[in-house]
């Protein structure tokens, strides 16, 4: 499981850019309702780790917009970031 953004603006973040595999998890920070973007080969991944973390605090998490393929995905962030 990776976290690709923390505490985030979705409407900035939750595009097709994303990779295909990267889902929206919501869950409360201090009583506010935070967002992380996180990927994983399977979804139960990122429910496990959100769930030791936040317990009750964990509200949902539901697949994002993205749409490019994780293999793909995962050339470009190299390229841009390296």
């Keep these: 499981m990776r976290i690709l ?7 900035k973040v ?7 595999n990267a889902y929206i998890v919501t869950y409360l920070l201090e ?12 979804q139960v991944e990122i429910f496990d780790d959100y769930y030791d973390k936040y317990k009750k605090d964990l509200i949902c998490i539901h697949q994002s917009k993205g749409t490019i393929s994780p293999k793909l995905w995962k050339g470009i962030t190299e390229k841009k970031d390296g």
Excluded: Q
């Excluded at 939750?14 to 295909?20: F, I, K």
């Excluded at 309702?33 to 994983?40: C, K, L, Q, S, V």
């Design 5 to 11: 953004h923390e505490n985030c603006d979705l409407e």
């Design 14 to 20: 939750n595009n097709t850019s994303l990779p295909n």
């Design 31 to 42: 009583g506010s309702e935070t967002y992380d973007i996180a990927m994983a080969a399977k």
